[in-house]
């Protein structure tokens, strides 16, 4: 209640001295009363305003029980495994945005035609045998 009396003094005094500036006639206590009577009902106002469904959506996904699904769009509990509303698997994607990530975080390597040793996927030689990748590739496209 401490916030509501502050806003309401705040209030007060800014619609008195909105009022004495515009030369308003009434006593600036008047307005001050009327200006902090008005913050208080303001106050509550706002509070009960409807909410705005964007807001509240982002309020959810910052709070952490819950989480979007990518395939409906519905709110489902962040430990759910399956979509109550449209059955999608969280599990199944989940695993495979893992693979993805893992896949993604280790370097890029190729296999070795020749050798069939791992080589980095950017290399145009073979560290292991010296097999020319691009000159295969090329013959290749040929
Ligand atoms: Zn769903
Ligand atoms: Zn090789």
């Known amino acids: 209640m401490e916030l509501l009396f502050l806003l309401a003094i705040v209030g007060g005094a800014i619609t ?9 006639p009434g006593s600036p206590i008047l307005w001050f009363i009327g200006g902090a009577l008005m913050f208080i009902l303001a106050f509550p106002a706002a509070l009960l305003q409807s909410p705005d469904p964007e807001q509240l959506e982002k309020n959810k996904l910052a709070g952490g029980d819950v989480k979007k699904c990518p395939r409906c769009a519905e709110f489902v509990k962040v430990d759910a495994l399956v979509c109550r509303f449209c059955q999608h698997d969280f599990a199944v994607a989940e695993k495979a945005r893992q693979v993805a990530m893992l896949s993604s975080a280790l370097p890029a ?28 590739q090329f013959r290749r496209a040929l």
């Open 16 to 24: 008195a001295a909105v009022a004495k500036n515009r030369g308003v």
């Open 109 to 136: 390597q190729k296999n070795c035609p020749k050798c069939h040793q791992d080589v980095m996927k950017q290399a145009i030689r073979c560290k292991h045998c010296g097999f020319q990748f691009e000159a295969h």
